[in-house]
C-alpha cells in the first residue's frame, strides 16, 4: 500500500504562485512515476504534469512556462511550483502515483485563484 499526502493548496491572486507537495509513504517501488492532476466540477480530471523516475517531465499544453514539476527521490516526494496563475487554473488538484500496480491517488487540495 503507497499513501499519499498532499499540501500547498490555497487562494492566490491573478498572476501571483502556490507550491504543491505531495509526500509518498508506504511500500513503494525503486521506479516509479508521478504527477499532478487537476478537476473542476462536472469536468474530467485532467492531466497537469507528470515526471518519471528518472526527471523526464511532461506538461499538459495549458501551463507549459508557468509550471514546474519536481521531485525528490530521497524524501519520495513530488513538487509542483505554479507561477503567472489565471482563474482558469482553478480546481482541486490531485497527486499521482504510478507504481507497477494499481495508481494511487491524493487526497486532493483545493487551488481557487481570484482577485
Known amino acids: 500500500q503507497v499513501q499519499l499526502v498532499e499540501s500547498g493548496g490555497g487562494l492566490v491572486q491573478p498572476g501571483g504562485s502556490l507550491r504543491l507537495s505531495c509526500a509518498a509513504s508506504?511500500?513503494?517501488?525503486?521506479?516509479?512515476?508521478m504527477g499532478w492532476y487537476r478537476q473542476t466540477p462536472g469536468k474530467q480530471r485532467e492531466l497537469v504534469a507528470i515526471?518519471?523516475?528518472?526527471?523526464?517531465?511532461h506538461y499538459t499544453d495549458s501551463v507549459k512556462g508557468r509550471f514546474t514539476i519536481s521531485r525528490d527521490n530521497a524524501k519520495n516526494t513530488v513538487y509542483l511550483q505554479m507561477t503567472s496563475m489565471k482563474p482558469e487554473d482553478t480546481a482541486v488538484y490531485y497527486c499521482?502515483?504510478?507504481?507497477?500496480?494499481?495508481?494511487?491517488w491524493g487526497q486532493g487540495t483545493q487551488v481557487t485563484v481570484s482577485s
Open positions: 499521482n502515483y504510478k507504481g507497477l500496480g494499481p495508481d494511487v
Open positions: 508506504g511500500n513503494i517501488f525503486t521506479v516509479y512515476r
Open positions: 515526471i518519471s523516475n528518472g526527471g523526464v517531465t
